[in-house]
């Protein structure tokens, strides 16, 4: 038969669980965020100016979390649009061979920047060869990006896992405040 006492150990027990649950997560969010921040660093990156004439808030700052990293991209992305006029790496014509050089297969007037149609093996034309170094441009712009977006994200997973942490010490303060005047009460009994 189970005593008053007994009654008291299943929350006891479930307070020191969920605090010790809350350190951990605690220590992972706060490890998760300063590894995300120690790779950012190492690339020795610094945020470039968005415009000459609005270089931004974190301009020539080091790149080592999440606003340094959103700062970067925007810069990025700024630079990006200018070079491509505002198009996407899906945008520009793809018509040339994989060195920038040649055309990869025939091509009328309708898919090329220049409108001259144009064999395959042909040397670019002028205008479709710099298409092809905006297009290149535009491609390792969209990689930059997302590399920094995917830092943005595991800064805001470390933040949400220590968020969690704290939350459940604060419920297991709760549960073990509420043992403690429950407790006189279920031992009288």
């Known amino acids: 038969m189970a005593t008053n006492s007994d009654s008291v150990k299943a929350p006891k027990f479930l307070s020191i ?14 490890s998760v965020y300063a590894f995300a921040s120690s790779q950012l660093s190492s690339q020795r990156i610094t ?50 061979t994989s060195d920038g050089k040649t055309y990869r ?20 034309s002028a205008t479709d060869a710099k298409t092809y170094a905006a297009r290149a441009t535009a491609q390792q712009a969209s990689f930059l990006e997302a590399s920094l977006f995917v830092s943005v994200i595991a800064f805001g997973v470390g933040a949400l896992i220590v968020g ?18 429950l407790s006189p009460a279920i031992s009288k009994a």
């Open 17 to 30: 669980f969920v605090g010790i649950l809350g350190v951990l997560m605690v220590i992972i969010g706060i």
């Open 47 to 96: 945020v470039e100016a968005v415009t000459d004439d609005n270089p931004g808030p974190f301009f020539n700052d080091p790149v080592r979390g999440p606003f340094t990293a959103m700062a970067q991209a925007s810069a990025i992305r700024q630079h990006a649009d200018a070079a491509t006029g505002g198009k996407t790496f899906g945008e520009l014509a793809n018509v040339a």
């Open 105 to 124: 297969s025939d091509v009328t007037m309708d898919n090329t920047t220049d409108g001259a149609t144009h064999k395959a093996g042909d040397a670019l």
């Open 164 to 181: 969690l942490g704290l939350t459940f010490i604060v419920v297991s303060l709760a549960l073990v405040s509420t043992v403690k005047r």
